[in-house]
């Protein structure tokens, strides 16, 4: 871990133009805690407003000298854009300031290379940063060696950046393949589950909405837990047995974000995949956030985007505990919580069961009382709502709600 005295100073650089004015103010301050999460620390700011940004310097010949003066005085180590910087625009501004400049992207990727722990989600990210990189690498090759580490250089590192393009390209390749192999296999899995009837669950939202810890809420999971940007990256699966009996599955997803490049999205392809399936998404919001709205935005746009926005949606309005007193809700159906909270935790697992009721198929079936084990399994696999032993015909009628695919339904004739 990097120590308060390691800590690189940082210059935030945004541009207010007509797209970007109604989240400028919002968006350079979710800049200042990703700094925080790379390990940076802010001490200097230059915003400019402009009908468009500098095809060029992407700021204007004044505000760029200003900026160079502002790193001189600050004596920053690295100067971040709220934006995405086109290869060209970085080497421009590299000519008049001569310190590491990234952007907003290269900041996101940088925390993903930090946060990633599994094999996959490492190549993931390496993969992203590598192709993210590759236009960029005649302007940023020797700046990189001669700057040394830090933000925006976590992940495949200087040496691999100076390298030929082609070795990059191999590599790149290369990364694809494990990544395809790694797939295969969750594919399977997730066709397990699917055919063995078990009702799943995926959690979304956005980054630092709460997610984790709801799902070490419902599931005792022992997952990572922190109050950052992006804690969760590698997707999670865990078992989650209901009030009813029934199993179901729960998954975390890496958190979304305002203006999250298509490279992440592509790169976390298989940590969303394993929420693309699932049966109903539990949709995840800190009610506490000051631009609640503009993340429930981000979320829903990013779920048509990924081809979600089909699946069963229940808003969960997390962090009660810390949200306004006028606290009101934008999203239908929703539960307003505090994962914290075990009363509030029931409440969920309530509401969770009337979406399953809502989304699964009723059935009705007979069992014969020596059919023990066939009882027990529905109890684990469907919604069992009921089971009432009928003396005269020494048998049970069970009834419940299951899920169309599942193979009850051939095997047992449920109706």
Known sequence: ???????????????????????????????????????????????????????????????????????????????????????????????????????????????????????????????????????????????????????????????????????????????KKTLKETEKHRSRSRIQRKESGIFQVGLIGYTNAGKSTLLNALTQADTHEEDQLFATLDPLTRKLVLPTGTMVTLTD???????????????????????????????????????????????????????????????????????DQLFSPGLFPNVFISARDSSDVVILLEEIINRMKSIMIPYQIRINVSEGHKLVRLKQETLLTSEEYVEEANNYLVKGFIKKESKWNGENQLK
Do not use: C, W
């Open 1 to 175: 871990m990097e120590t308060k005295k390691e800590q690189e100073k940082v210059v935030l650089v945004g541009v207010q133009t007509r797209e970007t004015n109604s989240d400028f103010t919002y968006s350079l301050k979710e800049l200042a805690q990703l700094t925080e999460t790379a390990l940076g620390r802010v001490v200097g700011e230059l915003t400019q407003k402009r009908e468009r940004v500098d095809s060029r310097t992407f700021l204007g010949k004044g505000k760029l000298e200003e900026l160079a003066q502002l790193v001189e005085e600050t004596e920053a180590d690295v100067v971040i854009f709220n934006q995405a910087l086109t290869p060209g625009q970085t080497r421009n501004i590299q000519e008049v300031i001569d310190i590491k400049i990234i952007d907003r992207i290269q900041l996101i990727l940088d925390i993903f290379a930090m946060r990633a722990k599994s094999k996959e989600g490492k190549l993931q990210v390496e993969l992203a940063q590598l192709q993210y990189m590759l236009p960029r690498l005649a302007g940023q090759g020797i700046g990189l060696s001669r700057l040394g580490g830090g933000i925006g250089t976590r992940g495949p590192g200087e040496t691999k950046l100076e390298t030929d393009r082609r070795h990059i390209r191999d590599q790149v390749n290369d990364i």
């Open 253 to 323: 997803t890496v958190g979304f974000i305002q203006d999250l490049p298509t490279e992440l999205i592509e790169a976390f392809q298989s940590t969303l995949e394993e929420t693309r399936n699932v049966d109903l998404l539990l949709h995840v919001v800190d009610s506490s956030a000051e631009n609640m709205a503009g993340h429930e935005r981000t979320v829903i746009k990013l779920l048509k985007d990924l081809g979600m926005d089909h699946i069963p949606l229940l808003t969960v309005y997390n962090k009660k505990d810390l949200a």
